[in-house]
């Protein structure tokens, strides 16, 4: 059943993958011209095939609830996977309603990204705690990752527009900000290789180090050390000593492991700006030419008025009642708790300044944008970085 | 009061109204070179837009500004990401005073944190200022546009001014010659949609989905009374936060309900997961954290007094239930709850020694003390008896050299045991800690020997009672029934209006153009009315 599981997984990467390079096809097409005729051949096989790959990791989903016995939704490989599949399902039902392909250009490869990062981590079946035996886990957890998932589609709509329209034959600050979205995503796809690539050389280097408390443990690097922990000491031979020593409070492993990201992430995109001869955000540019940027816009605000209800739900109102139920206070200043907020405020700062300020087209994009980096941000740091009641060993 | 504005169309408007509540017709000058016109708010009178002579105005159009909401919600959406920094204080490991912890944690940034106050960032005053001027801002800002908003949208009319629908995002005229017919399948057609229809002279206003646009107001009332349910806690009565350390055996009255319950614990069970017992699947899971827990459990009753009782009395105790308490499943009774929160495994309960020769190790009989009540003396039997003279049940030795006990907690205990013997019968005396055993008198001839200890698990559980939950829980739910109200639905007019031989149509939402535009094109597709035409777009693509 758990194999049966990973390969319906498997199987869904790499359907979204080929859909995504349909619907890229789908809007390069140039028989594609009248905005009445709706998706053409290309794109109508693309949401065909995302259909398939969303029904395929829908069954990794089932197949691994039945054979864990609770929802897969309880560390960060079944959180963020499942944070990708709602992606998917989020961009499927504005599909219908706009009919776009290509939002799914800019929607698809994000959420290939989150299943590809997610990898990154233990895809162990977990026990659950006794704090995450409740309904509350499937009730909360899901919902908050829909609402994010349909917040998410706002960020891809935002980029689009973007992409559209900032004006690519001289450099500016705008050019320069929309590269450094770019540059994160390579950045990410940097981590995933490198992980990979570590991973399948089996690639494990134990140091004894001395942590905050003066006591000696151990840990284990899986990617060859830059940055070596406090006092360390390399115990596996043969393996590459560290070149800078870290004070105790810094964990010496995630840093690295930020690192090796940033230098492949860095060399990778300096690659890719070599074969464009371009920034990235110009050489995509040509491909959104006949994309209404009115269109765009309505698009990503609505992924906000549908997501922020329902992150609203989830990620406060399901999440303080199941706060009060194990945690015995609805409320505990918690990293993730106030991280929730966060992203709860800006979200209605948006809407404000959109309603009343007029903060439409462009500057609505950009906010688009920063909200994502929120959401990232409180999945990414606050679970592996901050500690707090919510932090997955990571 | 400055002087109301009476419309061409007879409708009298408050002063300060931008365009005619009734007909449209645009009032104000500057507004008039406009194409568009700003639909916000229907044009309406805000008092935060008319007035601002005196303080009270001024406070007004502060806190009705949604510039200045929207720095509120930013400085505190950026004021809350610095608390998460580093852990709060309540976070903190009880090891040593927050005033040295920061620093010897996390070096100068730790100290400046601390000394800025952020390690309780969000108790401090300046924190709550800034949610109670959010709450202040929320009921200001409602209360300035839900008002003329609400009169803008009852005493709208059907015929609209010719300078309104133009105005319109979405407008569009048709030579109307043959549309009589048309006239009614049109009507037929919005009438299929769900729009509600209203006719005059001719003319059509359809509109649905108005209870939308109360969304933002009655989200903003649901927000409100959550906050005051957060004040609420404040007063006291209405919040209990207290902890009950109860080991297994023991009966303690609960906390903060008038001596009226009690506690027994039964037995406090931790079980973690094994390999061999559990879903094979989590085999690998396990292997890497070590160990995971599976259940926290403690087996209590609950006991109620009867009737009333002397204070110093041994109150008479009724049984209620028994029950399980579990992570994620308190027991609940009248207001209060009972939470499953921590523990303490095998603590020392008894401990039992032999009094022995220590020549030849012969017994003399065995004691068993209690160390939450110790015995002061043991009858052995045969003329042999021991007494307890002094105990130290968490036992250290003060700076003076003289033993002293930390707390009542037998985390250490030690005993001064006197031993009366047969042959020694002014009794020899014995200091006796856990391996340790001095002899202040010289030596003696009997020792106290260690036999064994009892272990009893201890159970630490919350106490909450919280009346302000309701109030909480209320306004979440109107919040949640305002942003959907607001969200979901959207608030759509078309006005049709016949302007001499021609056929005017305009168009207007508040949101989701996208999904007008659609409606509007399937009510009029095959009547020979041309579907309006998108101004803003219009204007994009020149």
Redesign the interface.
């Known amino acids: 059943m758990v194999s049966l599981s990973q390969n319906l997984l498997h199987a869904a990467f790499f359907l979204y993958l080929a859909a995504t390079v349909l619907f890229a096809g789908a809007i390069k097409d140039k028989r594609a011209k009248s905005k009445e005729a709706g998706p053409n051949k290309w794109g109508k096989l693309a949401i065909l095939i995302t259909l398939i790959g969303f029904a395929s990791q829908l069954g990794y989903f089932i197949t691994r609830w039945i054979a864990g016995g609770h929802a897969p939704v309880s560390n960060m490989f079944e959180f963020t996977t499942f944070f990708g599949m709602s992606l998917v399902g989020a961009f499927i039902v504005i599909y219908f309603i706009y009919q776009t392909p290509f939002l799914g250009v800019f929607t698809m490869p994000v959420a290939l990204l989150l299943i590809a990062f997610a990898s990154m981590f233990p895809n162990d079946i977990s026990p659950l705690i006794p704090a995450l035996q409740s309904e509350w886990l499937y009730i909360h957890v899901t919902t908050a990752a829909i609402g994010q998932a349909v917040l998410a589609v706002s960020f891809a709509a935002g980029v689009l527009y973007l992409v559209k329209d900032i004006d690519q034959t001289k450099p500016s600050k705008r050019t320069f900000w929309l590269e450094a979205v770019m540059y994160g995503l390579v950045v990410t796809l940097g981590f995933i290789i490198i992980s990979s690539v570590f991973s399948a050389m089996d690639y494990k280097a134990e140091f004894n180090w001395i942590d905050k408390g003066d006591q000696q443990v151990k840990v284990e690097y899986n990617m060859p050390a830059l940055t070596g922990p406090h006092k360390g000491e390399l115990l596996t031979e043969g393996k590459f000593d560290p070149l800078v020593e870290m004070p105790a409070i810094i964990n010496a492993k995630k840093l690295n492991t930020v690192i090796w990201s940033f230098i492949v992430g860095s060399i990778l995109y300096a690659l890719i700006r070599l074969i464009l001869r371009k920034r990235i955000g110009a050489a995509i540019q040509p491909l959104v030419k006949k994309i209404s940027l009115d269109l765009v816009d309505e698009i990503g605000y609505r992924s906000v008025l549908i997501g922020f209800p329902i992150f609203t739900l989830g990620a406060l109102i399901f999440a303080m009642i199941w706060a009060q139920i194990a945690w015995t206070r609805f409320w505990g200043w918690d990293p993730k708790e106030v991280w929730a907020l966060i992203t709860f405020l800006f979200y209605a700062a948006f809407l404000h300044l959109r309603l009343s300020k007029g903060w439409h087209g462009e500057k609505s994009a950009w906010l688009a944008v920063i909200g994502f980096a929120i959401i990232m941000f409180n999945l990414v740091a606050v679970n592996l970085i901050l500690a707090g009641l919510h932090s997955y060993a990571g | 009061m400055l002087k109301n504005v009476k419309c061409e169309c007879g409708h009298v408007n408050p002063h300060g109204t931008i365009f005619c509540e009734s007909c449209g017709k645009i009032l104000e000058e500057s507004e008039k070179d406009k194409k568009l016109i700003d639909m ?1 708010y229907e044009g309406s009178a805000r008092r935060s837009q008319t007035y601002n002579k005196t303080i009270i105005d001024k406070i007004w159009n502060f806190f009705s500004s ?2 200045v ?2 720095w509120l ?2 400085v ?2 950026v004021a ?2 610095i ?3 580093f ?2 204080e ?2 903190i490991p009880p090891l040593m005073p927050a005033s040295e912890y920061y620093e010897d ?3 100068f940034f730790g100290k400046l944190y601390y000394q800025l106050g952020f390690h309780n960032l ?1 108790s401090s005053w300046w924190y709550l200022i800034l949610i109670a001027s959010i709450g202040v801002s929320l009921i200001i800002c409602s209360l300035d546009r839900v008002v003329p908003l609400y009169r803008a949208l009852k005493v709208q009319r059907v015929t609209r001014h010719e300078g309104f629908l133009q105005r319109q995002r979405l407008f569009g005229v048709s030579q109307g010659d043959k549309l009589e017919d048309s006239y009614e399948k049109v009507k037929e057609k919005l009438k299929a949609k769900r729009y509600h229809v209203r006719e005059e002279d001719g003319n059509i206003l359809a509109e649905k989905g108005r209870f939308s646009r109360w969304g933002p107001y009655v989200n903003h009332v649901g927000l409100i009374i959550f906050l005051i349910g957060g004040m609420l806690r404040f007063v006291p009565g209405m919040y209990v ?1 207290k902890v009950l350390w109860v080991r297994e055996g023991e009966t303690k009255v609960i906390p903060e309900t008038d001596g009226e319950y009690y506690l027994k614990s039964n037995r406090f069970i931790l079980e973690v ?1 094994d390999k061999d017992k ?2 094979e ?2 085999g ?3 292997d ?2 070590g160990m ?5 459990q403690s087996n209590v009753t609950l006991y109620k007094k009867k009737g009333d009782t002397v204070p110093g009395e041994k109150p008479e105790l009724e049984k209620v239930k028994d029950f399980p308490i ?3 499943e ?1 027991l609940k009774f009248e207001n209060f ?1 009972l ?3 921590t523990y303490k495994l095998d603590e020392l309960n008894k401990m039992t020694f032999a009094l022995s020769e220590k020549q030849t190790n012969q017994e003399f009989g065995t004691v068993t003390v209690d160390l939450y009540d110790p015995k002061e003396k043991f009858d052995l039997g045969n003329g042999y008896s021991v007494e307890i003279v002094s105990y130290f049940p968490d036992f250290e030795f003060d700076e003076n050299g003289e033993p002293v006990t930390k707390s009542r907690i037998p985390n250490n205990p030690a005993f001064v045991f006197k031993m009366n013997t047969p042959d020694k019968p002014d009794g020899e005396v014995s200091f006796v800690a856990i391996k340790q055993t001095i002899e202040p008198f010289g030596d003696n001839t009997y020792k106290m020997a260690f036999k064994g200890i009892e272990t009893k698990n201890v159970s630490g559980l ?1 106490v ?1 009672k ?1 009346l302000t ?1 309701w109030i ?1 829980a209320l306004g ?1 739910l109107v ?2 029934i305002g ?2 109200q607001g ?2 639905w959207n608030h759509r007019r078309i006005w049709i209006r016949r302007v001499n031989n021609e056929v005017w149509v305009a168009g207007h939402t508040n ?4 999904g007008l535009k659609r409606e509007i094109g399937g009510v009029l597709e095959g009547t020979g009315i041309n579907e309006p035409v ?1 101004q ?2 219009e204007k ?1 693509e020149k």
């Open positions: 916000r949604v510039k909401g929207v919600i930013v505190t959406l809350s990401a608390g998460t920094i852990p709060q309540m976070y944690q996390y070096g969000y936060d997961y559990d879903n699947v989590f690998d899971a396990i890497r954290a995971v827990a599976k259940n926290y579990r992570v994620n308190p709850a939470y499953q929160s919350t909450r919280d939950l909480i979440g919040f949640m942003v959907i969200a979901y949101k989701n153009w996208h998108d803003v777009q994009q």
